[in-house]
């Protein structure tokens, strides 16, 4: 016999409100996997794209945990409803089916527990006084707001930047939003550019940095901001970002910005191969480990790199420890690894690996 809980029952507890966050302008979701990898967790993510916000639920919801909030006026709605995952902002959580009775933490769930509230809104359609009773929170519940707004008015690469541009006021109203609802701590990040845009020559700051100061003092926040490299971070990418962090005043924390962990007189910089270089060769459409398709795979030998004998990571000959779970690669594999699932490993080989050549000799053990 099913078994259904009551839509009163007690048992769902509230979280320690000190761990969460908000995502505003959250896109498919990357700002707020880092958070929720962090140990937080959020209680909404805001975007206007439809496409962004599947990728956001695809990735990052626990289904029937979710509620979806869209824009009643939104030109699209009808392409939207027929999403079956889109709907009006009641869950179809097949536990409870009389609705979730708060949106808050299940017992059930021990991790840190992704998104429940998804808005399909711009920011400057929903007002934050009605965003907070969707969400049942008060002023300074939430303890991070996080946002990058959109970057293409304030991009070096739009030879037709302007500061009127319209997309140029949307970090404006991000801290109107913190002004109502008071989070403790704000996290914002865009494109170096935003620093630079309507700058005059002599000048120590262009307006946009001395505007969202002024503005976050107004709103009880001291900001500060630096440009920081993804690259200087252990990330395998050379991505420079501007990050501008604001803490309310009755807020004591030091120490705003990280340290470099990478680069000269510190680690060595990662590259993409010790990145993901151990991942297996699938074709289009293809998804390791479903259905059928088990490829056994090889790690081509290539110059310069060692195969971790721990985690099976490519790593630079020049590390001692490996970059990805810190084993020690005095005794590194120096040649190639051929995997093959459920079946072991053949590991140390001198022999160059063609992955191509080894999917087809292999074929046999998925079919």
Known sequence: MKRIIPFGQPEILFPDMELTFAD???GCGGLSLGFINAGLKCISA????????????TNLC????????????????????????????????????????????????????????????????????DWMTICKIRPGDISIFAGGPPCQGFSTCNNNRHILDERNQLPMRFIYYCKVCKPKIVFMENVPGILTLGKKKGEKEGPF?????????????????QILNAADYGVPQNRRRVFFIAIRNDVQLANLFPSKTHGKYLETYINVTESIGHLPPIKSGEQWGEGNIYHAYGYNKRKGHVICPNCLHYNLD????????????SDAIHGGIIHFPKM????????????????????????
Not at 48 to 57: E, F, G, N, V
Not at 324 to 329: A, K, N, Q
Not at 345 to 366: A, V
């Open 46 to 57: 805001m975007d206007i794209a439809p496409d962004a916000l599947q990728t956001y639920y």
């Open 344 to 367: 072991g490993m053949l590991i140390g080989t001198e022999k160059y690996i063609d992955n191509d050549e080894l999917r087809e000799q292999t074929s046999f053990l998925y079919q």
């Open 318 to 329: 020049v590390r001692n420890e490996c970059h990805e779970c810190g084993y020690d690669l």
């Open 209 to 225: 940095p001395i505007w969202l100061r002024e503005k976050f003092e107004d709103a009880g926040y001291h900001m500060e901001y």
């Open 62 to 129: 626990y289904k029937g945990w979710t509620h979806f909030f869209v824009n009643p006026e939104n030109p699209d709605l009808k392409k939207i409803k027929k999403r079956k995952m889109w709907n009006d902002g009641y869950t179809n959580n097949h536990i409870f089916p009389n609705g979730i009775p708060d949106n808050w933490l299940s017992p059930q769930v021990k991790e840190p527990m992704p998104c429940l509230n998804i808005f399909m809104y711009s920011i400057m359609d929903l007002e934050p006084e």
């Open 24 to 26: 505003f302008f959250c």
